[in-house]
T-cell receptor, first 116, second 108 residues
Framework: DTGVSQNPRHKITKRGQNVTFRCDPI?????LYWYRQTLGQGPEFLTY????????KSRLLSDRFSAERPKGSFSTLEIQRTEQGDSAMYLC??????????????FGPGTRLTVL | AQRVTQPEKLLSVFKGAPVELKCNYS??????LFWYVQYSRQRLQLLLR??SRESIKGFTADLNKGETSFHLKKPFAQEEDSAMYYC??????????FGKGTKLSVKP
């Protein structure tokens, strides 16, 4: 499967614990995006990378959220001191960044986080 | 502010009937609009984008800048069209701004 992959697919954690999600984009896609989707809502943009550079992080929901893409390939999203309100589906998408216009984004299956 | 509005949470039609999923946007510049679809147990995928002006699976969408709309249409709905449909606006950083989605149910 050459699509975007995300691990784990499901994560159940207790309030206050830290969690980390991984996203592997389509090979050679230099843009990688993270979104969060809660019940009844569309995906909400969190942050994105152009290669290893994080070009936007002001949309991260709080300072408990951080993301990395150290070698410009896979990315991780970490949530520290989780809260019940963090329960959501976390989506990753990648795009080739071929033009100045908005490129087609290819989404992963998501990681569903449940905070007890 | 950049915003996408999909007024219908659920749209139910019979097979063979026409379908129109509404989408309105708010954007000060020249918008890029998309429709993404999520079939049951599958990932979100692009259905069509206004730049390409393609017809995908019989669906079309026309950008109406005067009405700030990008409604999705299909003349004859099929059962396999049942899915969640999201309208999205291209943001200033290449990100997507999504509406809340419309669940389309096509009944036999």
């Amino acid at each position: 499967d050459t699509g975007v992959s995300q691990n784990p697919r499901h994560k159940i954690t207790k309030r206050g614990q830290n969690v980390t999600f991984r996203c592997d984009p389509i090979s050679e896609h230099n843009r990688l995006y993270w979104y969060r989707q809660t019940l009844g809502q569309g995906p909400e943009f969190l942050t994105y990378f152009q290669n290893e550079a994080q070009l936007e992080k002001s949309r991260l929901l709080s300072d408990r959220f951080s993301a990395e893409r150290p070698k410009g390939s896979f990315s991780t999203l970490e949530i520290q001191r989780t809260e019940q309100g963090d329960s959501a589906m976390y989506l990753c998408a990648s795009s080739p960044r071929l033009a100045d216009s908005t490129d087609t984004q290819y989404f992963g299956p998501g990681t569903r986080l449940t905070v007890l | 502010a950049q915003r996408v509005t999909q007024p219908e949470k659920l749209l139910s039609v019979f097979k063979g009937a026409p379908v129109e999923l509404k989408c309105n946007y708010s954007y000060s510049g020249s918008p890029e609009l998309f429709w993404y679809v999520q079939y049951s147990r599958q990932r979100l995928q692009l259905l069509l984008r206004h730049i390409s002006r393609e017809s995908i699976k019989g669906f079309t969408a026309d950008l109406n800048k005067g009405e700030t709309s990008f409604h999705l249409k299909k003349p004859f709905a099929q059962e396999e069209d049942s899915a969640m449909y999201y309208c999205a606006l291209g943001g200033s950083q290449g990100n997507l701004i999504f509406g809340k989605g419309t669940k389309l149910s096509v009944k036999p």
